[in-house]
């Protein structure tokens, strides 16, 4: 079976459109017991499948096997394919472990926007110190979907590390939320994260105004005010320093 492609047509016959559970059982069995080899095969075979539902039982064979093995899936994040990068980074997302950092790291600059905004997910449920520093380098990005994806994830997560930089985005003291889009996402974000300076930073864009784009800033206000309102409910002294 291991001569020429008949790792291949193993998976052929595991992972195809008419496999049945137990034969996807047998699949990652038989895999896990050739380790590197079983691994490349399974990656190979995701990055030429077209069946939607055949990938779905590649990537579950893969998330299986790989759990204890995330260098065999890192050895591929820097393939030209997009989309196959995008699966290896939505399978490392599963994981939510520590083992996935360096390869998230490299992944967070792939030139495509997809694969970027995956990346973002992974960093997002993985939520460690390192994945929220990655979040926070992510704010920089020249892609604006990524840095909103960074700019929601932080809020989430109540990342007060970024209070300082999301702040200086809003003010214009850095660039990245030039739009009153990127501006309203991080007042969103901000009023999820308990701390003084984000509390003291809504009261004044709840009120702030400009003589052009006055509609528009209308909007930013109401989403401050918004997001006062959600602090308040989630935090009864958001003022106060810790």
């Known amino acids: 079976v291991e001569k020429g492609k008949g790792l291949g047509r193993v998976v052929e016959l595991g992972c195809g459109r008419h496999a049945r559970p137990e034969v996807v059982g047998g699949l990652m069995r038989y895999m896990g017991q050739r380790e590197e080899k079983g691994g490349a095969a399974l990656v190979e075979a995701l990055g030429a499948e077209e069946d939607m539902s055949a990938r779905k039982r590649i990537i579950d064979a893969l998330a299986g096997l790989c759990r204890d093995r995330v260098p065999l899936l890192g050895a591929y994040v ?20 520590y083992e996935t950092m360096p ?23 993985t939520g460690s ?23 929601r994830w932080l809020g989430r997560l109540e990342e007060t590390r970024a209070v300082p ?20 996402e991080i007042i969103k ?4 994260i308990d701390a003084p300076e984000c509390y003291e930073v809504l009261k004044k864009y709840k009120v702030k105004q400009r003589r052009l784009a006055r509609a528009e800033w209308q909007e930013i206000n109401r989403a401050a005010a918004e997001a ?15």
């Open 129 to 151: 110190h390192d994945a929220c520093d990655l979040l926070i380098k992510g704010l920089g990005d020249q892609e604006e979907q990524t840095r909103r994806l960074c700019i």
């Open 228 to 242: 006062l309102e959600r602090m308040t409910q989630k935090h009864p002294h958001p003022g106060r320093k810790r």
């Open 189 to 192: 974000s901000l009023g999820e």
């Open 78 to 97: 820097d393939d030209e394919r997009w989309y196959l990068v995008r699966n290896i980074v939505s399978i490392m997302a599963r994981y939510r472990s």
């Open 103 to 125: 390869f998230l790291r490299r992944t967070l600059d792939y030139p495509n926007p997809k694969v970027k905004a995956e990346t973002v997910r992974a960093l997002g449920l």
């Open 165 to 184: 930089r999301l702040i200086k985005m809003l003010t214009d003291r850095e660039p990245g939320a030039e739009s009153p889009a990127m501006k309203k």
